[in-house]
């Protein structure tokens, strides 16, 4: 179910599948997609799970606003929705960026949080040149419009295999990129620039947290994610095979396979949902 709702002072775009009861899982993509990015994972869950799936400001449906984008902004959007929705405990899963919101929202909000998924993500903030390759972006954007943009980035997002086998994948992708405003593309790519590190902030996490990555990954590598594996105490990693950044899209039977023994485990359903009606 495709829904808006006020949150943050923000009209957000949201779905929700699954019962009403059940844990509550909220999935946060990746820059700059939208929420549609996780269709594969939203058919897998929604069975057990309450599945929420949002556009980040200035991505998919939700508005820009007024404000500078930040890793902080989106973080209160994070829990400005879930406030809307009445949700107060989740489990968190963030790709890349969403991993960004997810790990900043985590360490500033703990008791929100039952659970953490971290995809193809990193702790550290950008280096220098990481800034400089970003503010390129920004310029190159302006004059070259977000069709080459988009074409340029896909580039790095699939691993190899993914050229030929997840086509239909590809072209989403890339209409995702190309239906972002050049306006969000350039605050998002600020508020990426900007970023504070979270490194020394994992020893934090003591919730059940599964690190999953594709095994071709050149944009946030295996080695990324290796480092919040030995920064977060007793979390598990997970290398997917036949995938780039994406390996949730590139890999699902792997990556769901992952995400459902992981919740399984620590985040089992109720078997039986103790409600009634008019209760
Ligand atoms: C993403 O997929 O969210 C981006 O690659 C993150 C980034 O550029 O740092």
Known sequence: MNSTILANHLSVNYSEEGPY?????????????????????????KDSYRVITYDVRGHGDTETGNEDFSIELFVSDLLGLMDALNVQNAILCGLSMGGYIALRAIVAHPERFDALILSDTQCIADTPEAREKRMKTIASIKVNGVKKYADESVKNLFSPESFTTKQASILAIRKMIVSTSRQSLSYTLLALAGRKETCSSLSKIVVPTLIMVGNNDIITPPAAARMLHEGIHGSLLHIVQQAGHLPNLENPDDFN???????HRFAKPPAVLNTTVGD
């Open 257 to 263: 396979f992952q995400l459902k023994l992981f919740l």
């Open 21 to 45: 009861e059940s844990p509550v899982i909220i999935f946060i993509h990746g820059f700059p997609f939208n929420k549609s990015m996780w269709k594969p994972q939203v058919e897998a869950l």
